[in-house]
């Protein structure tokens, strides 16, 4: 059974992470959806936040577990036991920086495929952090968000 880590800040997640992890969801046994305990980005909310948001928006979906990690990814993808990382395309703009990233994680576990999967092109402008800026702004968020989210949206 292939298992595959979705690693992000998910700071909140969003429709478009709930898309890849869906399409994830298919195409391997097993899909760890592992939140960036301290990211470099600064989050909005806390780790456990942000874990609660995403546990609530994937309940139901059979074969997927939530997880959190601090360091290393490829460390954290040897100890549980995971052959492949997947990671979300939106547009070109994403491409630069992720490119790097999976030819460092490769320098780094030769062994650990990176996996591009891409949104709906629905949700190929979405991001966390547009999301946090129409909530700040009392947009409206639903479709935007899991129901979960969009309800803690409302309150910042
Ligand atoms: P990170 O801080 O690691 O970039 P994010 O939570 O911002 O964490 O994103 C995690 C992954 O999800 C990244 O691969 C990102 O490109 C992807 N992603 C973010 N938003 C979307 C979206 N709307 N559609 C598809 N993929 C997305």
Avoid: W
């Avoid at 898309?19 to 980005?41: M, Q, T, Y």
């Avoid at 994680?105 to 129409?134: A, C, G, H, W």
């Avoid at 702004?137 to 309800?151: E, Y």
């Amino acid at each position: 059974m292939k298992k595959a880590i979705y690693p992000g800040s998910f700071d909140p997640i969003t429709n478009g992470h709930l898309d890849i992890i869906k399409r994830a969801a298919c195409l391997f046994g097993e899909v760890l959806v592992a939140v960036i305990s301290n990211p470099e980005k600064k989050p909005f909310f806390s780790l456990n936040e942000r874990l609660k948001m995403v546990k609530e928006a994937v309940h139901g979906v059979k074969n997927i577990k939530v997880d959190f990690f601090d360091g290393l990814l490829v460390d954290y993808a040897q100890s549980a036991k995971a052959s492949s990382i997947i990671r979300g395309l939106r547009a070109v703009s994403d491409f630069d920086y992720e490119f790097q990233m999976a030819l460092t994680n490769r320098q780094l576990s030769p062994n650990l495929e990176t996996v591009f999967l891409m949104t709906d092109y629905k949700y190929s402008y979405l991001s966390s952090s547009i999301v946090k800026q129409i909530a700040r702004l009392k947009g409206d968020i639903s479709g935007l968000v899991p129901k979960n989210v969009a309800k803690i949206l409302k309150k910042i």
